[in-house]
């Protein structure tokens, strides 16, 4: 199972820009879904999750601005990023949480997509 994820870029503060991630491989199911960012000189941080169950979580630092979506049909992953602060800008990476056909789990990480927030 592999995750390609698109969509960073530069926008100016106050801008949005919509990340995807993608699942694909032999997956039979997904558990959960979230999105963590690495801004330069700290650590990574979760900032929203959605469950199987349709559950969203955020961090204080995202909520109301930021949303988590998926489409089970295409096992992609989407993060909604609306009024954007130069503090948004990381690296951001998705993670998803499943099994496989045989019943396997997998905890997987994609590759980062760099979202820089600047005038």
């Known amino acids: 199972v592999q995750l390609q994820a698109s969509g960073g870029g530069l926008v100016q503060p106050g801008g949005s820009l919509r990340l995807s991630c993608a699942a694909s491989g032999s997956i039979f199911s997904i558990n959960s879904m979230a999105w963590y960012r690495q801004a330069p000189g700290k650590q990574r941080e979760l900032i929203t999750t959605l469950s199987r169950g349709g559950v969203t979580n955020y961090a204080d630092s995202v909520k109301g601005r930021f949303t988590i979506s998926r489409d089970n049909a295409k096992n992609t992953v989407y993060l909604q990023m609306n009024s954007l602060k130069p503090e948004d800008t990381a690296v951001y990476y998705c993670?998803?949480?499943?099994?496989?056909?045989?019943?396997?789990?997998?905890?997987?990480w994609g590759q980062g997509t760099l979202v820089t927030v600047s005038s």
């Open positions: 993670n998803v949480v499943g099994s496989d056909y045989e019943f396997r789990q997998f905890d997987i």
